[in-house]
């Protein structure tokens, strides 16, 4: 008897194990549900396999040849390793199963991400799985949702500039609304340091770079922002906590998030750069959450309907 050159089969193993426990081909058989022909045919299968004889069938009981022995002690630890990297992978599959891919823009990812997420966790039924949160520039996100690499997309929107996340590939809900707010650091008197008057005297401007979303909006919604003889760029950037930073630091004066700035201007570290109720230098936003329309997993699924029904 020689080794064969054929794969070896688990079901051998664990045959042969049943075999050296019971000493007994037919109650072996028995015990592993199977017909006791095909049972030999397994025995003398992984026998063929290993080249050498590995059961004594000249004693009964029937035991393992000292080959069998060698075998039977790495067949035990091969079964177990095996069983318990299959019941790893079932939890694993299970797990991803739960897990959700989100992508969010550097400003939202802080100032809504956590509070939102919250709130959708206490509508679900059931718990998530591991949360991956991807926090980029807009177009960094957008490209991520593009490539499918994400299942959720959270940004600032504005009816008036469409986005790459179209139909008929493409949803969105409408999840929660902001304002971009002109701030700035307070004087001596806690009033604005570049306040927004009626004169055109060019007041240091905390501007968002061409490759902001917001920025992208503002252009759109608020062109009179961008006039040279009332505003100059003094820093321009796509991240708007570095805008927000600068701002306290009496750098200038920036449009921004009011849900990033509210703790802030409760506190008097910034105020508004014109009187609260003059809302046309104010820019309202909606804060949308997009997602691919091909069928997801059951767990990104229902975070969607809960997400769309908090939002009606």
Known sequence: MGPVNRPLDLEWLEDFLALTETGNFSRAAQARNIAQPAFSRHIRSLEEWAGVELIDRSQHPASATPAGEIIMDVARDVVLRLSQAHARAHEAHEQAGRSLRFAATHVLSLAFFPGWLQQIEQQLTTQLGPIHMVSDSFKVCEELM????????????????????????????????????????????????????????????????????????????????????????????????????????????????????SAELADGRLVMATPEDDAGWQLPVEIHLFRAKAAQTAMAEALWRVAGNAAG
């Not at 009179?224 to 200038?252: E, Y």
């Open 146 to 261: 593009l490539q499918r690499r994400v299942q959720f997309f959270l940004c600032y929107g504005h009816a008036s500039v469409a986005t790459r996340l179209l139909a008929p590939d493409f949803e969105f809900t409408c999840i929660g609304a902001d304002r971009l707010v002109p701030v700035s650091a307070p004087d001596a008197e806690g009033k604005a340091q570049h306040a927004i008057h009626g004169d055109h005297t060019p007041l240091p401007m905390l501007a968002y770079s061409d490759e902001s979303w917001l920025g992208q909006i503002m252009r759109v919604r608020m062109a009179q922002v961008f006039d040279p003889a009332r505003f100059k760029p003094v820093v321009t950037s796509h991240h708007t906590g570095l805008l927000k930073n600068l701002a306290l630091g009496g750098r200038g004066l920036g449009w921004l998030p009011l849900s990033l700035v």
